[in-house]
T-cell receptor, first 114, second 109 residues
Framework: ETGVTQTPRHLVMGMTNKKSLKCEQH?????MYWYKQSAKKPLELMFV???????ENNSVPSRFSPECPNSSHLFLHLHTLQPEDSALYLC?????????????FGPGTRLTVL | GIQVEQSPPDLILQEGANSTLRCNFS?????LQWFHQNPWGQLINLFY???GTKQNGRLSATTVATERYSLLYISSSQTTDSGVYFC???????????FGKGTKLSVIP
């Protein structure tokens, strides 16, 4: 595997389900991100982990819960979601404290909440 | 907050034509990226270009930091260039990339 990978690529869940999205980066980076892309809206940052510590949290509802067990893996745990949470969820990574802060994105998980 | 504005919002080109996409910022540029989002949603890195000019094949980008804008040039467009092009800027002291609303490009044969 190369770059940033995400699983699953598609997910359909009911409002009472609990599911998790997984992201893995193979770039040796030290920061990982969750972004949300809804229809007709710009990409929005949800969470940032740098050196495995959460450093930014942009007022995301508690039904979204991130987890970063190590610098290569990032999870987004989902529970009791709403239909308006249906969106494309993108994971990204970057190498911080260096000359370039370029972010690289995974292919995304397309989530549908029924 | 940081504002990122892209123009035009939509663009239709005949295959082989050239185009210029623009990105304006509300404050200073110190970290800027251009992406192409394909129909499956994948964001593909095109350029990391906080200043100056870079070229990669038929694509090139220029950022004029003092005037707060960046341009993406696509030459000899192909149908595979279709998709949405985003510019995104990262503010000083923040991890967040602030994205523009994108330019939707359709290249027709």
């Amino acid at each position: 595997e190369t770059g940033v990978t995400q699983t699953p690529r598609h997910l359909v869940m009911g409002m009472t389900n609990k599911k998790s999205l997984k992201c893995e980066q193979h770039l040796g980076h030290n920061a990982m991100y969750w972004y949300k892309q809804s229809a007709k809206k710009p990409l929005e940052l949800m969470f940032v982990y740098s050196l495995e510590e959460r450093v930014e949290n942009n007022s995301v509802p508690s039904r979204f819960s991130p987890e970063c067990p190590n610098s290569s893996h990032l999870f987004l745990h989902l529970h009791t979601l709403q239909p308006e949470d249906s969106a494309l969820y993108l994971c990204a990574s970057s190498q911080e404290r260096t000359v370039s802060y370029e972010q690289f994105f995974g292919p995304g998980t397309r989530l549908t909440v029924l | 907050g940081i504002q990122v504005e892209q123009s035009p919002p939509d663009l239709i080109l005949q295959e082989g034509a050239n185009s210029t996409l623009r990105c304006n910022f509300s404050d200073s540029v110190n970290n800027l990226q251009w992406f192409h989002q394909n129909p499956w949603g994948q964001l593909i890195n095109l350029f990391y270009i906080p200043s100056g000019t870079k070229q990669n094949g038929r694509l090139s980008a220029t950022t004029v930091a003092t005037e707060r804008y960046s341009l993406l040039y696509i030459s000899s467009s192909q149908t595979t260039d279709s998709g949405v092009y985003f510019c995104a800027k990262r503010g000083a002291g923040s991890y967040q990339l602030t994205f523009g609303k994108g330019t939707k490009l359709s290249v027709i044969p």
